[in-house]
């Protein structure tokens, strides 16, 4: 089943983005590491912090390659922001979208007053849409 971006909390946006990098929690030994690779052609990578953590810089290094923030608007009407990030090739948008209070049927969902929970939603629609895409 596809995640709803719009219903995630950020932990459940770590997560997401971790599992689609590629990362994997191996713990043991009292301690936590992370890995991720290939087994076909033998290569891994280990850290032993966190791959993603709950800050804006995070955020916006677990973005999907080419994807950026294009805008970001806080309305003081309903106290809440939207967040536009796309996928362009030169002069080419190859994607587009956008994180805001409002349900893709077009009622007012809970205003999204939190700039660290838009942000780790707006990566996890980016990776959706890249999922989709050509």
Request: aromatic residues 8%.
């Amino acid at each position: 089943m596809t995640p709803n971006p719009a219903t995630m909390t950020v932990q459940e946006c770590i997560a997401f983005a971790m599992n689609a990098k590629g990362w994997r929690a191996i713990v043991g030994q009292g301690a936590s590491k992370w890995e991720r690779g290939s087994t076909s052609d033998g290569t891994y990578e280990i850290i032993w912090t966190h791959p993603f953590q709950p800050t804006l810089d995070s955020a916006a290094s677990a973005m999907p390659s080419g994807w950026r923030l294009h805008a970001m608007v806080w309305s003081n009407a309903d106290q809440s922001y939207t967040l536009m990030a796309r996928k362009m090739r030169g002069d080419v948008l190859l994607g587009r979208v956008q994180i805001d209070a409002y349900t893709d049927d077009g009622f007012m969902g809970e205003p999204l007053k939190d700039e660290l929970l838009a942000r780790w939603r707006l990566v996890v629609a980016c990776m959706l849409a890249e999922k989709e895409s050509p």
